[in-house]
């Protein structure tokens, strides 16, 4: 007998819970609001996965032709900071000439020699990997000891073998009339000898899978093109000189580029310079390197040409 109060309070405590709840839910509802079993659903759904980081844009670096022994003074050499950094020299390349190219920065000379990683050479691709990216690197020219500007054939075969295995592909051309600003449908000849025909030449290789194409030979700027959203710089002129160079022929650049690893357009600046009477290179303070480059640009390739800002900011792909 003594269990009965027990259970009597039991059930007392029961309807006074169900009660309460009821009155909760009774307010709850009244007001428009959930009860509070109801705030908080049964569980929480986690946040969709992230998905994989693209690989980071590679940076490139290019000058036009170079002089062996001259060096680069060192308020430039700051714009010679990439991922790869890059010119032309296409006489022999001595171990301290390459000592000299390799202190101011470059990383790959389009040449051959010894003492700095090289490209250009006929039948040799030049490979490196940056931020997991692939590279291949490889040059043509109308000397005997490098792949031939000329055969067009033979270049789209050497660009697609270059092309398997790697992601991005960059070409150096060293191709056109010395001295000659325009770029013209058409083969170019300079004492006899057939420089290539530089718009052809450029887009067959771009057909073929380059993705930056690098020319020089002419030692003086030229415009640049967009083809299939590739960027091709047809002459970076003369940025140093084994003498001097005065007027338009002093004008000369350093071409940065950013590329995705799919080869795609990120962005991109030309940095004027100017060679002076000892072949050194220095800051252009006259503009005219910049003009030199849009109005070539514009009067060459129309709107494939891309636009070339004040600040040397390069835009179009």
């Not at 759904?45 to 980081?53: D, G, I, N, R, W």
């Not at 001295?179 to 004492?191: D, F, L, S």
């Not at 700027?221 to 710089?233: C, K, N, Q, S």
Request: charged share 15%.
């Amino acid at each position: 007998m003594a269990r009965k109060p027990v259970l009597v309070v039991l059930f007392a405590l029961v309807i006074l819970l169900a009660t309460g709840l009821s009155g909760v839910y009774a307010a709850a509802t009244a007001t428009g609001s959930q009860p509070l079993w109801h705030a908080v659903p049964p569980f929480v759904p986690l946040p969709p996965s992230p998905s994989p980081t693209a690989p980071a844009p590679v940076s490139i670096v290019a000058t036009g032709d170079l002089a062996p022994g001259v060096d680069i003074p060192v308020e430039l050499r700051h714009a010679l900071r990439a991922d790869l950094v890059t010119g032309s020299l296409q006489g022999r390349i001595a171990p301290d000439a390459a000592g000299r190219l390799r202190a101011a920065g470059f990383t790959i000379i389009n040449g051959y020699g010894s003492g700095i990683r090289l490209s250009g050479a006929r039948g040799a691709v030049t490979r490196f990997e940056v931020h997991g990216t692939r590279i291949s690197v490889l040059g043509f020219s109308f000397d005997a000891w490098s792949n031939s500007i000329t055969d067009l054939a033979a270049a789209r075969r050497a660009v697609a073998a270059a092309a398997t295995g790697a992601d991005l592909v960059v070409v150096h051309a060293h191709m056109g009339a010395p001295g000659g600003y325009r770029t013209t449908a058409g083969p170019e000849r300079h004492r006899g000898v057939n420089r290539g025909d530089p718009a052809r030449f450029a887009h067959a290789v771009v057909d073929a899978g380059a993705d930056l194409v690098l020319g020089h030979g002419p030692g003086v700027l030229r415009g640049m093109e967009f083809y299939r959203g590739r960027l091709i710089a047809y002459s970076l002129g003369t940025f140093t000189a084994a003498g001097p160079r005065t007027g338009r022929a002093a004008a000369a650049g350093v071409l940065r580029v950013r590329l995705s690893a799919t080869g795609g357009w990120v962005d991109g600046t030309f940095t004027a310079t100017r060679t002076d009477r000892a072949g050194r290179p220095g800051a252009d303070r006259t503009g005219l390197g910049l003009r030199y480059v849009r109005e070539l640009s514009a009067a060459d390739f129309r709107t494939a040409g891309p636009a070339v800002a004040p600040t040397g900011h390069l835009s179009g792909g």
